[in-house]
C-alpha cells in the first residue's frame, strides 16, 4: 500500500534493551523524521535525514541511533532503552525539509 | 530559529459552537504556517497550509486559518463543531530555509452535547 508505515504499533521492552522501529515510505520522498510524542511536550523531533546516508540530529536525540541506507527506510534504534523513553514515535516524510509532511500511525513503545 | 506557541492546552465547545484554536509563531521573516490534527490513536493528518498570497487559508473538513503578519498569528477556525472535530491540533511553523518544522505542543480540542 502507498504511503508511510511503522511498525511495530505497539512495544514493550526491558530496560538495557537493544529496540528498532521500523519506517518505511513509498512516495520517495527525500526528507525523513523521528518524533516523540509526551505529554506535555508536544511532538519533539528526535533525529530527521535529508536522502540516503544523510542523517541530522535534532532537539532529543540522547540515547537514539538512527540510518538510512535506503531512500524508503528509516529505523530508529534504542540502544540500550530506558524508562524515559516510554513514548509514542512518530515516523514522518517530506518532499522539502519543511513542507508539509506526511505522518505514520505512530508506535506506542513502554520500557519497564 | 522559529519557534510555536499554542496558548491553550485543552478546550471545550459545545456541538454546533463556533471554534477558535490560537497559535503564535515566533520567525523574522514570512515563515511557512501549518495547521495538524491527531485523533486518538492516529497520526497526524494535514488540515491546511499557507506559504504565501490570500492570508485567508480553507482546508478540509471545514476549517480555515488565518495569517496575521502584524499579530504573528495563524488562529484556527471552524463555524459549527461536529462532535468528531474533538482531536488534539498542533500548529507547526516552517522557516524558510533547510531546518525541520517545529511543533506547538498541541491543543486538545473536547466537544460537548
Known amino acids: 500500500d502507498a504511503g508511510i508505515t511503522q511498525s511495530p504499533r505497539y512495544k514493550i521492552t526491558e530496560t538495557g534493551r537493544q529496540v528498532t522501529l521500523m519506517c518505511h515510505q513509498t512516495w520517495s520522498h527525500s526528507y525523513m523524521f523521528w518524533y516523540r510524542q509526551d505529554l506535555g511536550h508536544g511532538l519533539r523531533l528526535i533525529y530527521y535525514s535529508a536522502a540516503a546516508d544523510i542523517t541530522d540530529k535534532g532537539e532529543v536525540p540522547d540515547g537514539y541511533v538512527v540510518s538510512r541506507s535506503k531512500t524508503e527506510n528509516f529505523p530508529l534504534t534504542l540502544e540500550s532503552a530506558t524508562r524515559s523513553q516510554t513514548s509514542v514515535y512518530f515516523c514522518?516524510?517530506?518532499?522539502?525539509?519543511?513542507?508539509?509532511?506526511?505522518f505514520g500511525q505512530g508506535t506506542r513503545l513502554t520500557v519497564v | 530559529a522559529q519557534s510555536v506557541t499554542q496558548p491553550d492546552i485543552h478546550i471545550t465547545v459545545s456541538e454546533g459552537a463556533s471554534l477558535e484554536l490560537r497559535c503564535n509563531y515566533s520567525y523574522g521573516a514570512t515563515p511557512y504556517l501549518f495547521w495538524y490534527v491527531q485523533s486518538p490513536g492516529q497520526g497526524l493528518q494535514l488540515l491546511l497550509k499557507?506559504?504565501?498570497?490570500?492570508?485567508l487559508v480553507q482546508g478540509i473538513k471545514g476549517f480555515e486559518a488565518e495569517f496575521k503578519r502584524s499579530q504573528s498569528s495563524f488562529n484556527l477556525r471552524k463555524p459549527s463543531v461536529h462532535w468528531s472535530d474533538a482531536a488534539e491540533y498542533f500548529c507547526a511553523v516552517g522557516a524558510r530555509g533547510n531546518t525541520p518544522l517545529v511543533f506547538g505542543k498541541g491543543t486538545r480540542l473536547s466537544v460537548i452535547a
Open positions: 499557507y506559504f504565501s498570497g490570500d492570508t
Open positions: 514522518a516524510s517530506s518532499v522539502e525539509m519543511n513542507t508539509e509532511a506526511f
